[in-house]
Structures are given as structure tokens and as C-alpha cells.
């Protein structure tokens, strides 16, 4: 029996009593992925990004383990949510303009000194300014460095449309400008290279792509490396108290976290491991996270239809956004339907072995965004359910 046809047999067992569709965890993996991320940042704390989680109790878990501290989050909303949960430290990834909970915010003891907020513009500060109204506590804040790759005098450019903000002269005036305005405090900086931390480099049956990608991330890391020093210089000489510097991604983690000027790495996708992450040569994890269709048809050899399954994930459209059938081995969609709303045919021979009413266990292509599909996570312990948690949409929390 191979691992896989194993681990099928242990999740069948598992989730025997419960009916598909099913999602589960596998702790054994997350707990090793976990340490694998811990074991690459090389003593240098790892944030965990709540977007590749979603579920309270995983992200409690994971933060128990020594080699983690805070939380990255995705909306305002839900880092006062985390905040009035117990988590103390939530650094939020992307600006925001929820006037509502800025005012929140600054009238709030407890979630101001949790929460850290995400600024790369003069005008998002107008905005807190504007939404605090009468609140008085300090708001904490966080310049976000754009960490592209860019060629040919400007010309060409790689990586993520996020900050304006690239060069070091430009952050130190967004650091002057945040230190000039009471009630907000300038803690941190962060660059998140996606360009690198979440593309893979090792392409099936793509060798000259696959070499093209290692070439460029080569060049953004050394780019990077050296700009990110600057800024973090020019930052610190306006605000000498900074708190700290995160970096990083599942996909680079080791790699940025050789850099002296950061003083922490972000990273999430590692825990659950979908199947964007599995084309990496800088890290192999294990899949923890799974979900499971029922078999509703037979409706010829070498064919089964399970039901739903069509969950895309976010990002360009391509078959790399669909989740890929895992469990048995062997099975494709029919590329005349691919993965279906409401009904999803399968092709290949363990069709022919698959009874109505058995489980197709699939992967999907991102971390977190599975847990939009899902009230619950049962957490799979060898061959058995240890505990079933609530994931944020069990808890009624759709925060996008």
C-alpha cells in the first residue's frame, strides 16, 4: 500500500460517520509543517497568516508552538474580532477604509494595543484621522514596502501590485508623515515578496519556465535584500523605536530570513499545504488540509460524479486555481466539465472501484480559502476525528 492509498484508508476510517461533503485537517502533518516552517526561520519568530487559516482554533494551535508569535490578518473586522478574542498581537496586512472600525479602534483600550494597521499612502491616514471622531487611544501603524522587481529603468516590472511605495526616500517621507500626527504611533515594516514566497519554481514538465522563475527569484532576492536594508536604515533614523520588520512567505522563508533587517517572517500557506504550494524546490510540505465530495454516480467505466466540488480559488483563472482530485490516485476531471457547481464528473481507472456513497478526496489550489466552503474542520489524529472546530464562516465571520 502506498502513503497515499494509507492516508486515504485512515481518513475513509476516520470520517466513516460523517457525510460527505467533509473537510479535515490532518494534525500530524500540520503539527510537522508547523515545525518545517519554524525549522526554516532559523530563530527569527514566525507571524502566522490568518487568510491561510481560518479557523480560530488552528490558529491557537499554532501559536502555542514555540517559534511562533502574532497574527498577520486580512480586514480590519476581523483583527478587532481577534483582538476581542484574546489574541494580542495582529498585525493587518492590507489598508483598510472601515471607518466604523477605526473609530472602534481608537476608543478601545484592548484592541489598540493588539492591533497594528497597514498604511502606504498620506490619504489612508486622513482616513484613520478622520474616523477615530472622539477616540483617544493611540493607533498603532505599519508602512507596507513594494518589494517588486523592477528591470529596464522601470520598464518591466515583476511581482504584486501592492504598495506605491518602493524606494527608501519614499518610506522615510510616509514615516515622517505618520510621526507628525498624534494619536498614531509608527511600530513596523513589512514587504511581502510574492513574487518569490508564492511562486512556485519547479514546474511539472516545465523545465525552461521552471529555470526562468529560479533565475528571477535569484535576482529579486538579491534586489530585495539590499533595498529592504536601505529602507529599514532610512525608517528607523525617523523612528528609532521600531518595533519590527516582517518579511517573508511560506515560499522564502529561509531565505529572507537570513536577511539582518528583518526581524520576523510571515507565512500561512505551509501549515495546510495546497496544491499551489506543492512546485517548490526550497521546501517540501505535507498536505494537511483536505475536503471530501460523495460519489452520487456511476455513470459509465472509468467514470464516477461526485457531488459539488467546483471551488475555485482566487488569482488569474486557469485549470491551476481548481482543486485537484488526491484520493484514490488516478483520478481527472473531464476536461469537457471540470470541476462542477453542483456536480462533478471523474474519469480515470479507480473510478471503476469507487461504490456510491464512497468519498473523492481533493486538494485545493489555496490555503485558507477552503474554510469559505466549510463550518467545520474535523481534526483528523491517525484514524480518528479528535475534535471537530468551528472554521470563521462556522462562526458566522465572512469577512470577505
Request: aromatic fraction near 6%.
Amino acid at each position: 500500500m502506498t502513503a497515499r492509498a494509507a492516508d486515504r484508508a485512515r481518513y475513509d476510517r476516520a470520517t466513516a460517520h460523517l457525510d460527505a461533503p467533509v473537510a479535515i485537517v490532518d494534525l500530524e502533518a500540520f503539527d510537522a509543517n508547523a515545525d518545517d516552517l519554524v525549522r526554516r526561520a532559523a530563530g527569527k519568530p514566525v507571524r502566522v497568516a490568518s487568510k491561510s487559516v481560518r479557523c480560530r482554533a488552528l490558529l491557537e494551535r499554532v501559536l502555542a508552538k514555540d517559534g511562533f508569535r502574532g497574527i498577520m490578518s486580512f480586514t480590519l473586522a476581523e483583527s478587532l474580532w481577534l483582538a476581542r478574542s484574546g489574541f494580542d498581537d495582529v498585525l493587518l496586512a492590507y489598508p483598510s477604509t472601515d471607518r466604523a472600525g477605526y473609530a472602534e479602534l481608537a476608543s478601545d483600550p484592548k484592541p489598540a494595543a493588539a492591533v497594528t494597521v497597514m498604511v502606504d499612502d498620506v490619504a489612508q491616514l486622513d482616513l484613520i484621522d478622520a474616523a477615530r471622531g472622539d477616540g483617544r487611544e493611540v493607533v498603532r501603524v505599519c508602512l507596507e514596502l513594494d518589494t517588486s522587481l523592477r528591470l529596464l529603468g522601470g520598464r518591466v516590472r515583476v511581482g504584486a501590485r501592492r504598495s506605491p511605495l518602493h524606494y527608501p526616500a519614499e518610506v522615510a517621507d510616509l514615516a515622517r508623515a505618520v510621526t507628525r500626527r498624534p494619536g498614531l504611533r509608527l511600530v513596523g515594516v513589512m514587504a511581502y515578496e510574492g513574487h518569490v514566497a508564492g511562486v512556485g519554481d519547479a514546474i511539472a514538465g516545465r523545465p525552461l519556465r521552471s529555470r526562468a522563475v529560479r533565475l528571477m527569484q535569484a535576482a529579486a532576492r538579491r534586489e530585495l535584500a539590499e533595498r529592504r536594508a536601505a529602507v529599514v536604515r532610512a525608517v528607523r533614523a525617523v523612528a528609532p523605536d521600531l518595533e519590527f520588520v516582517n518579511g517573508g512567505g511560506t515560499g522564502s522563508v529561509q531565505h529572507t530570513a537570513a536577511e539582518a533587517a528583518v526581524t520576523e517572517i510571515a507565512a500561512g500557506s505551509g501549515l495546510y499545504v495546497p496544491r499551489l504550494f506543492d512546485n517548490y524546490t526550497s521546501f517540501r510540505g505535507r498536505p494537511a488540509a483536505l475536503f471530501a465530495q460523495p460519489v452520487v454516480r456511476r455513470p459509465g467505466v472509468g467514470a464516477v460524479t461526485v457531488l459539488g466540488g467546483g471551488y475555485p480559488a482566487s488569482g488569474a483563472p486557469g485549470p491551476d486555481r481548481l482543486p485537484v482530485p488526491y484520493l484514490p490516485e488516478g483520478l481527472r476531471y473531464d476536461p469537457q466539465e471540470g470541476a462542477g457547481e453542483v456536480q462533478t464528473p471523474l474519469l480515470g481507472a479507480a473510478a471503476d472501484d469507487l461504490l456510491i456513497g464512497d468519498k473523492v478526496w481533493f486538494r485545493h489550489a489555496k490555503a485558507g480559502e477552503l474554510c469559505e466552503r466549510f463550518d467545520e474542520l474535523h481534526l483528523v489524529a491517525g484514524d480518528r476525528v479528535a475534535e471537530s472546530v468551528p472554521t470563521y464562516r462556522g462562526e458566522g465571520r465572512t469577512f470577505l
